[in-house]
């Protein structure tokens, strides 16, 4: 049986030296027990020996044992935690635990106040421009305006624009204040035009003086008589048979068919310049006119309704006459289209309601034009005053001949079939 002998080492340990027995052939190493001290019982933790007689163990018992000395408390701290002795902790963490938790508040916004104030004006405007739609819609005066012989469809869209010279809507006191004068028979048109809307979206407005010596296609006159096709001025064919003989005469003579119509009367000029708080009109030279009441100096100015309504009326003080009266009239659409996309009035409620109740007012459309065709056409007129279509008339060969209908004016007939046949007319 081995012994061991103990002796304390310069550090202070107890190291234990076993002495070796000749008589074993197997030496054994001392197995040492593990023993722990609370901290206050005794000072200093040392490791005791234990001796173990012979028997038969396994080799793991055969080995020395380690001691580790220290105090509870820093074995507690040190020490891996134990998933036996705690379950629960032992499951891996839930992910989504530690996520930040988020409120969502009834009727709380997320987005910024200034996001928020924009997309509140923006809805404003929305349901604004919606609820004025309906009320354009709802407001418009229809009439039939649609040819008494059908012609076949051609290219692109065609609108047919006329100024009558209604004093509808007019009181007395109102038409001494304009110079219109009173009913002068059987209504007339002082202006028409023929927009041509391309398939590309290209517009070209063709003005059509209303002296124009053409041919008034053969018609039911209003008292019931047949009459036969006869010459005469263009702006007859509306006082003898309304707005469907006008588009008939229209299309016969350019061999253009006429989608759409649209008609204003004196009234209504007046009304929608108002509404958008006047155009802005470059006068080139002075002038004064008793039969229109046009009084005005040379220069660019802002023309209120009653001047605007004489400007486009105004002939006899004009050198070129019907011709120059066109001219202006063109001059006089572009400006109030111009004035009309201007934020002052596109995105002012009150002036967009005006013009909205001007125009529904004064203002006669075929019976099948929708909104959606007026809008449509709103957007070619603006492209006419950007100067991104054409503006013309037709072509004339004699602007003061002598006719049976007085002086009139003569087209150019090769040149005005080559300036509609490549608007796409049959």
């Not at 061991?4 to 190493?29: F, L, M």
């Not at 001290?37 to 007689?53: C, D, L, M, N, W």
Request: aromatic content about 6%; overall charge neutral.
């Amino acid at each position: 049986m081995e012994s061991t002998v103990y002796r304390r080492g310069s550090d202070g340990k107890v190291i234990g030296t076993p002495e070796a027995d000749q008589n074993v052939e197997h030496p054994r190493e001392p197995i040492f027990s593990v023993t722990t001290y609370r901290s206050g019982e005794i000072g200093q933790t040392q490791a005791q020996p234990k001796y173990v007689a012979d028997s038969p163990q396994s080799d793991i018992a055969m080995q020395p044992a380690v001691v580790v000395s220290a105090p509870i408390a820093a074995l507690e701290e040190d020490e891996p935690p134990n998933p036996q002795a705690n379950p629960v902790a032992s499951k891996p963490k839930n992910p989504w635990v530690s996520l930040p938790k988020v409120s969502f508040r009834k009727g709380k916004s997320h987005y910024p106040k200034p996001v928020r104030y924009i997309r509140n004006i923006v809805l404003a405007y929305l349901g604004f421009y919606l609820i004025l739609g309906f009320h354009a819609a709802s407001s418009l005066d229809k009439i039939p305006a649609a040819a008494n012989v059908a012609m076949s469809d051609t290219a692109g869209t065609n609108w047919l624009l006329v100024g009558s010279d209604s004093r509808e809507g007019l009181s007395k006191a109102e038409r001494q204040q304009l110079h219109t004068g009173g009913d002068m028979g059987p209504q007339r048109t002082d202006t028409i035009m023929l927009i041509h809307i391309g398939d590309n979206g290209k517009p070209t407005l063709i003005s059509l003086p209303r002296d124009s010596y053409v041919t008034i296609p053969a018609h039911t006159a209003l008292d019931g008589s047949a009459v036969e096709d006869r010459k005469n001025k263009i702006n007859t064919a509306y006082g003898k048979g309304g707005a469907p003989l006008l588009v008939e005469t229209v299309e016969r003579n350019t061999g253009m068919h006429i989608d759409h119509y649209m008609e204003v009367g004196f009234k209504g000029i007046r009304d929608i310049t108002d509404a958008v708080n006047g155009v802005n009109m470059c006068v080139s030279a002075d002038v004064t006119d008793k039969n229109s009441g046009l009084n005005l100096l040379a220069g660019c100015q802002e023309l209120n309704g009653k001047d605007a309504l004489a400007y486009v009326r105004m002939r006899y003080a004009d050198p070129k006459g019907d011709l120059g009266r066109v001219e202006r009239q063109q001059q006089y659409l572009g400006a109030v289209m111009k004035k009309v996309a201007t934020p002052a009035v596109l995105l002012n409620p009150i002036s967009m309601w005006k013009l909205v109740n001007a125009g529904t007012a004064s203002v006669n459309v075929g019976a099948s034009d929708s909104v959606m065709d007026i809008a449509n056409l709103a957007k070619a007129m603006r492209g006419l005053s950007n100067g991104s279509g054409t503006l013309t008339t037709v072509p004339v060969a004699n602007a003061d001949a002598t006719t049976a209908a007085g002086s009139s004016v003569l087209w150019d007939d090769a040149a005005a079939r080559e300036l509609f046949v490549s608007l796409g007319a049959n």
